[in-house]
C-alpha cells in the first residue's frame, strides 16, 4: 500500500460541510449545477490523529467541460481552533458559515499558504503536515462537470523506504520522481485488493456481468435482460453449459425468467417432428420477457430444433395441441371447439 490510512470523501462527510452550487450524486459525487452562479465547497476537516501528520496523496475523478476551471486548495494544521477573528472562533467556524463570500475565503487560504491544484486528478502533498487537513473545491466557468471518488492518503508514500535512508529526504526532488512510478505501482496494488469485490457476481457491477457471460460463451449483450437475470445466469453458466441441448438445460432457463410453473413437452407441436419442442407457460408472458426468454432458449437449444412457447392462461382453451387423456375438464359457460386433431381416451365429461 502507498499510505497506511486512506480517507474517501462521500456523503457522510460531505453532509457536514458547506456545499454551493453543486447537487449531490451517489457515494459523494458533485455535480454541478448550471442554473446557479457561485460552485465551492468547503469540506470538514480530515482528521490525521496524530500532531505532525504527513499527508501522501489527494485522487479524485474529475469530468470537466472545456470552460470549466476547477481549483482545489489543501493546508493542513495541527490545531483544529486556528484563529481567524472576533467572529469566529476557528478557521473551520470561517469556512463554514454560509453569510461569508467565498472569494475571501479562497483568498485567506492562499495566504495562509495553501498548496492549490489546477484540473488535477492526482496530487501530491508531500510537504504538507499537521493533524488535520482542510480541503477546499471552486469551480469557474460554464458547462457541466462532476468530481468524485475523492481521497486522500496519511502519511506519504512508504514506497521510498525500500530505498537507503540518505534518499528519505521528504518532498525531495528524488522522492517527487520516484513517486511517478510509486503511484502507478500502488493504483495496482488497490485494484488487485479489489479484485474480490470485481469477481463477487452478487455485487460487481451489472455491466461486468455480459463480459463474464461471455467468458462461458453466452451472448448477454444488448442490455434488455434484467440484472437479476443476468446475475442468475452467470452464476449457473458452468452448468447451463455443461448441460447445453438438453431439456435440463431448456427447463433451467425457463425457471430462472418465468418461475417453475411450466412444463417442457417434446415432439408436441401441431404438424412437428421429432425435433420440435414445446414450452407450456402457466401464465400471461409480455413482449419483452418472451423476447428475453426465446433469446436464451435459442443459445441452449439443441441443433435444429424449433421452440414454441405456449402461454397457459386461467380460462381454459381446448385447441389442436390439446391431449384430453386425463383430469380434463371444461368450466361451465364456456363455448367448446374441438378441431380434427383433438384426441379422445376414455369418457370426456363436458360440465
Known sequence: MANDIWYSI???????????????????ELILDENELEHSVFLHPLDGVEPGSEWGRLSCELLLAEQI???????????????????????WDYLKDPSENSYSKFKLLQQLGAKRFVNTKDGLLYELSGRYLFIALEMIGSGSACVGKMRVGVRGDVFMDTFPAVYHDRNSFFHRYISIFSSVYNDYSDQNEKLYEILDLDKCDASLLEMYGSWFGIDLKGGFLP????????????????MKGTKWALQRIVDILVGED???VENRLQDGGIFDVTVMINQKLSEDLRHQLMFLLD???????????????????V??????????????????VL?????????????
Open 299 to 317: 443459445q441452449f437449444r439443441p441443433l435444429r430444433t424449433r421452440i414454441r412457447l405456449l402461454q397457459m392462461e386461467k380460462e381454459a382453451v
Open 10 to 28: 462521500r456523503n457522510n462527510r460531505i453532509k457536514k460541510s458547506l456545499v454551493k452550487g453543486f447537487t449531490q450524486g451517489a457515494d459523494g
Open 339 to 351: 378441431d380434427e386433431e383433438a384426441i379422445y381416451d376414455g369418457a370426456i365429461t363436458l360440465m
Open 262 to 264: 411450466s412444463v417442457i
Open 227 to 242: 440484472e437479476k437475470t443476468l446475475r442468475q445466469i452467470v452464476k449457473e453458466a458452468y452448468q447451463l453449459n455443461r
Open 319 to 336: 385447441d389442436g395441441n390439446s391431449y384430453l387423456d386425463m383430469n380434463a375438464a371444461i368450466p361451465k359457460q364456456k363455448h367448446v
Open 69 to 91: 476551471v476547477c481549483y482545489i486548495y489543501v493546508i493542513a494544521f495541527d490545531n483544529l481552533d486556528y484563529y481567524v477573528d472576533k467572529d469566529h472562533g476557528s478557521l
